[in-house]
């Protein structure tokens, strides 16, 4: 092996330490990627609820509600959160009252689409409380929230902020939950590509079940796997070998693995699925993945805990336009 293939010393661990580390990482993924080998299981959704609190400004919200709605058939309810905590108590009735309209005007865009509405309402209180009181009564199995609802200020660019009510769903509620970023324009064509992103550390491929429902009948599937370059040399370091040697045994086996997950979703109506595989940060090669496909990105929520959320996962809902998360049950 010459000078110019040998990979870059990692500083402060012994070879020892890499060894171990790196035996680590092969027993918790190669178990892990095994659930690639199981038809995925298609969940069938049939009440979705929307929580916007201004009809122009969540647009996208409502749009991406409607859509969900006549691709699974299912009905709508819509809702808004006045969280009178942080509220002037003089200051309720008015905005309950102007809320009220917003709402409403939703409700009679989604009855003229031809969909079935639910129930439509304005809950004040403890945010936290008064939403999982309405999940509750309106029984959703799936909740479509704007990126940055409940937000007085927009978001600095450097903090990607996000909403009160959306952070709550995100790291609180135990339901696939559609994020969607407002002031971008939206299309049915967006969500008829939908990239599944594999992480690998997956112990169960919800997410895969519901890129496949997405995308029926005649969407396309991305399935989408990023290494680590990190991990990448963390293995040549140990095994004395080169990175591009590693990469490419790494690429080969990781789609041999998908590979196994297309035909399986062939198999059950999706004729169109492409995979890719790719090597480097993950978060630079998701993004960069997305920004050419433009589509829809639906991802496990990736933590044992439920007020805990995957790093990759995280960063995904906060930059991306349109994120279902899917908590892994």
């Known amino acids: 092996m010459s000078e110019e293939e040998k990979p870059p010393k990692l500083k402060s661990k012994t070879r020892e330490e890499l060894i171990e580390k790196f035996m680590e990482e092969v027993s918790r993924v190669k178990p892990a990627f095994e659930v690639l080998k199981v038809v995925p299981t298609i969940p069938e959704i049939r009440r979705i609820m929307i929580i916007i609190s201004d009809f122009e400004k969540h647009n996208n919200a409502i749009l991406t509600g409607e859509f969900l709605a006549k691709k699974f058939n299912a009905q709508i309810s819509v809702i808004s959160l006045i969280d009178a905590v942080r509220e002037k108590p003089e200051d309720l009735p008015e905005l309950v009252e102007k809320t009220k309209n917003e709402i409403h005007r939703a409700a009679k865009h989604i009855v003229v689409e031809g969909i079935s509405l639910s129930g439509e309402a304005v809950k004040e209180g403890v945010v936290s409380e008064k939403l999982t009181e309405a999940i509750e009564e309106e029984k959703a199995e799936l909740v479509v929230v704007p990126k940055h609802y409940g937000e007085v200020m927009p978001p600095k660019e450097e903090e990607i902020r996000l ?167």
């Open 163 to 329: 909403g009160m009510v959306t952070e709550h769903l995100l790291w609180k509620v135990q339901l696939p939950v559609m994020i969607v970023e407002e002031g971008i324009e939206i299309s049915e064509e967006m969500f008829n590509r939908v990239v599944v992103l594999i992480k690998g550390t997956e112990k169960k491929l919800d997410n895969l079940g519901y890129g496949v429902a997405l995308a029926k009948p005649d969407g396309k599937i991305y399935l989408l796997s990023v290494i680590n370059a990190e991990e990448v040399q963390l293995r040549a370091e140990a095994s004395g070998k080169s990175m591009a040697d590693v990469a490419d045994e790494l690429k080969k086996s990781r789609e041999e693995l998908l590979a196994v997950a297309a035909k399986n979703i062939r198999n059950i109506g999706i004729k169109d699925v492409e995979i890719r595989v790719k090597v480097g940060s993950p978060i630079e090669e998701i993004l960069k993945e997305l920004k050419s496909i433009g589509g829809i990105i639906v991802v496990n929520k990736a933590a044992e805990e439920i007020d805990k959320l995957g790093r990759v996962a995280e960063y995904v809902v906060r930059k991306c336009n349109l994120v279902l998360l899917v908590p892994t049950r």
